[in-house]
């Protein structure tokens, strides 16, 4: 099969930390390219989720902590208990 070259432009940081990446999963950037282009012509589509959601670093580290129970308050059997816990002095 003839082989073509293709020319992508990217901000140089995400480059590099791409190259460390396939680096560390044992591949090129070409070959992972490759293998994208395969799976996205085989699919019929992009192959993977792209979403504009993606939470920043603060949002993240609270999902982090609701997730280890850091930080959270205790549990209330009423909203007059939540009120009586709410009012009081510390």
Do not use: H
Not at 13 to 36: N, P, W, Y
């Amino acid at each position: 099969m003839a082989q073509t070259n293709v020319s992508i432009r990217m901000d140089a940081d995400l480059k590099r930390q791409f190259e460390a990446f396939c680096a560390d999963i044992g591949m090129s950037m070409t070959t992972a390219f490759c293998v994208f282009a395969k799976k996205a012509v085989r699919e019929n589509r992009i192959p993977f989720e792209i979403s504009g959601n993606m939470p920043n670093e603060e949002t993240r580290r609270a999902i982090e902590n609701a997730r280890n129970g850091v930080g959270l308050s205790r549990e209330f059997c009423s909203v007059s208990e939540l009120m009586e816990d709410l009012n009081a002095d510390d």
